[in-house]
């Protein structure tokens, strides 16, 4: 009997068949799937801001890209995954709000898909799919079995990456 692991905002969690790991109500932040596609591990972060560096209370290392990506690749091998194998899936980083001028501090889902992305990369890490931007909020599921990243969004069809 499969069940859903839900991931929180700013939290993570690692699965492997038949579970399947979801986070609901992405904005502006972003979900980050991390797949390794032999062993069939996968784990999820809920990234809220793009970077630790600029935030004086930042022990929650999830809640960062910088630190929750890095800190979710050792709980994935720490069960198991390989580090090499490690793909990725994202979603999310909306403009959830219209802004008369568009300051940088308010452009939070651009910049954290930016620092996403440049984690990833610095990493090494390939994103296979992506759903970002926009301005409405995404609700995931990912299915480690199959690799599918299921997404749903108000009035909109579902997407599967």
Same mark, same amino acid.
């Given at each position: ?22 986070? =609901?109500?992405?904005g ?5 799937v =991390? ?14 801001l ?7 209370n ?18 994935m ?48 890490i ?24 299921h ?7 579902? =997407?599967? =990456?």
């Amino acid at each position: 009997m499969n069940k859903t692991i839900k991931v929180g905002m700013a939290d993570a969690n690692v699965c492997r068949p038949p579970d399947l790991i979801a986070t =609901l109500g992405l904005g502006s932040c972003v979900g980050v799937v =991390l797949y390794d596609p032999v062993k069939k591990i996968a784990g999820l972060v809920h990234v809220m801001l793009p970077d630790s560096t600029k935030i004086i209370n930042n022990s929650n290392k999830y809640k960062f890209a910088d630190t929750g990506i890095v800190t979710l690749i050792q709980d994935m091998v720490d069960i198991g995954a390989i580090r090499r194998n490690i793909v990725a899936k994202i979603a999310g980083g909306a403009q959830m709000f219209s802004f008369v001028n568009n300051l940088e501090m308010m452009r939070i889902g651009d910049r954290n898909v930016e620092a996403t992305k440049q984690k990833l990369a610095e990493l090494g890490i390939p994103i296979l799919a992506e759903d970002t931007g926009a301005n409405y909020g995404r609700t995931i599921e990912f299915n480690p079995d199959t690799g599918l990243l299921h997404i749903k969004s108000f009035g909109k069809e579902l =997407l599967i =990456l």
